[in-house]
Nanobody, 121 residues
């Protein structure tokens, strides 16, 4: 499966953005999809993930209650709705697909190219 992330940009603190992850080649609903982010000088961490059916989600504590992950398998899309953004949310955001409902970065075999989110204070 090939993934392409989009939707990043510059937003003021307290604002919202919606990221999209478009998939091609493969049965998209077979894969768990995760959104990761990597800030300058920091490790790439899992922000949220969603199972293939969309029936189960996971959120990092830092974004719980502010971010929502969802998917539309008919359109081969996964979304990350980000509300109440904070400057510390500034990072490159990546979508990735895995055959397992995992937290570890190494479990994700397919990666999009990343989209930059910048939150100004």
């Amino acid at each position: 499966v090939q993934l392409q992330a989009s939707g990043g940009g510059l937003v003021q603190a307290g604002g919202s953005l919606r990221l999209s992850c478009a998939a091609s080649r493969g049965t998209f609903s077979n894969y768990v999809v995760g959104w990761f982010r990597q800030a300058p000088g920091k490790e790439r961490d899992l922000v949220a993930r969603i199972t293939g059916s969309g029936g189960s989600t996971y959120y990092a504590n830092s974004v719980k209650g502010r971010f929502t992950i969802s998917r539309d398998n008919a359109k081969n899309l996964v979304y990350l709705q980000m509300n109440s953004l904070k400057p510390e949310d500034t990072a490159v955001y990546y979508c990735a697909a895995s055959s397992f409902s995992a937290t570890a970065l190494t479990a994700y075999n397919y990666w999009g190219q990343g989209t930059l989110v910048t939150v100004s204070s």
